[in-house]
């Protein structure tokens, strides 16, 4: 069975700062998709960024970027230039070529400070 | 563009009554999801509709629960008979039908058994 894991329940960081968020996964599968989602408090989730398992290159979405490490089973999310609105729980999420399910992560709640 | 939208965004029930929540997906997306979110847990796939066709369904999704999707349009998810446990975070995304078929999530409907 495919797992994802978020290891940090809660990150923090100063506005204009940068920010890591963690996440590996486990599979067998060799075509996959990953996903960073963001839910902020009381609002719906959105996608931040998507990277496909046979791209190399890794995703980049404005402030948001992703280090996409296919041998190591590694997805973490780089936030660049912190803003109070990225203040949220962030989820990893994995779905196989095949599949239509989302899996998701425990999430990290990132905290954004003055 | 309208996204996913979810009505009620919150229900308290008793012990044993039925509810049921509908789901109105982005208008050209085809294909739409079932998720429950339990608080400090990542959301969990319960089923999913491609059109009319339920093509898949999660253990979880127990005998009382029932999800349909009658025209293809919007969906609808009733619990029968519910339980305490049952309390959660019931989130609804569409999806165009393809390789990457990215979800879009709606705002939830947060439900609250007594």
């Known amino acids: 069975a495919q797992t994802v894991t978020q290891s940090q329940p809660e990150m923090s960081v100063q506005e204009a700062e940068t920010v890591t968020l963690s996440c590996t996964y486990d599979?067998?599968?060799?075509?996959?998709?990953l996903f960073w989602y963001k839910q902020p408090p009381s609002r719906q989730m959105i996608l931040v960024i998507r990277?496909?398992?046979?791209?190399?290159q890794n995703a980049t979405e404005n402030r948001f970027s992703v280090n996409f490490q296919k041998a190591a089973k590694s997805f973490s999310l780089k936030i660049s230039d912190s803003q109070l609105g990225d203040a949220a729980m962030y989820f990893c999420a994995y779905r196989t070529g095949t599949a239509s399910k989302l899996t998701f992560g425990t999430g990290t709640r990132l905290q954004v400070t003055l | 563009d309208t996204g996913v939208s979810q009505d009620p965004r919150h229900k308290i029930t008793k012990r044993g009554q039925n509810v049921t929540f509908r789901c109105d997906p982005i208008s050209e997306h085809n294909r739409l999801y079932w998720y429950r979110q339990t608080l400090g847990q990542g959301p969990e796939f319960l089923t999913y509709f491609q059109n009319e066709a339920q093509l898949e369904k999660s253990r979880l999704l127990s005998d009382r629960f029932s999800a349909e999707r009658p025209k293809g349009s919007f969906s609808t998810l009733e619990i029968q008979r519910t339980e305490q446990g049952d309390s959660a975070m019931y989130l609804c995304?569409?999806?165009?039908?393809?390789?990457?078929?990215?979800?879009?999530f709606g705002p939830g409907t947060r439900l609250l058994v007594l």
């Open positions: 995304a569409s999806s165009l039908w393809g390789p990457i078929r990215t979800q879009y």
């Open positions: 599979t067998s599968e060799s075509d996959y998709y």
């Open positions: 990277q496909e398992a046979y791209k190399q």
